[in-house]
């Protein structure tokens, strides 16, 4: 069975291939929280619910991984910065952050499946160090492991 490490790893995967290497975004993407981001990046993380019992099978404990897809801005040229969180936001953008994730369902193989959920609109984010906050947007994903 895929573990959690792994269908994060391979989210962030995809989503580093759509959006800077296909489209070409200077945006850091990573499978971890990111303590300090750069001017704009993406994390996945763990959701804050962290399984879907609803979706257990058998032999399975827990069902589904919730996930949370995170994108954040912190920079002086915030009006483009903005205007990229906007289009990372529009399901009919080349830069959809959604379409991002759902453009492999299977996550490289390590999900049967996933369902976007969530989204959320613009909202500010508090830095962990205390030292201010970053405007940005999220939404969770339910990704049901694969068995090997």
């Not at 790893?9 to 995809?14: H, K, L, P, R, V």
């Not at 993406?42 to 991984?65: C, K, L, N, Q, S």
Request: hydrophobic share 45%; charged share 20%.
């Amino acid at each position: 069975m895929a573990g959690l490490q792994d269908i994060i790893t391979a989210a962030a995967d995809q989503i580093r291939d759509t959006l800077v290497t296909a489209n070409q975004l200077d945006v850091q993407v990573e499978p971890r929280w990111i303590l300090a981001p750069t001017p704009l990046a993406i994390d996945v993380i763990p959701g804050t619910v962290g399984r879907d019992p609803e979706t257990a099978a058998f032999g399975d404990i827990a069902g589904g991984y919730f996930l949370t897809v995170r994108a954040r801005i912190n920079t002086p040229a915030f009006d483009e910065s903005y205007d990229i969180l906007l289009a990372l936001m529009d399901d009919n953008n080349d830069l959809s952050l959604a379409a991002a994730v759902a453009d492999d369902e299977t996550l490289n193989g390590y999900a049967t499946s996933i369902d976007l959920r969530d989204f959320s609109g613009l909202q500010a984010y508090e830095r962990v160090d205390g030292s201010g906050a970053d405007l940005g947007f999220q939404f969770t994903v339910l990704a049901l492991p694969a068995q090997s």
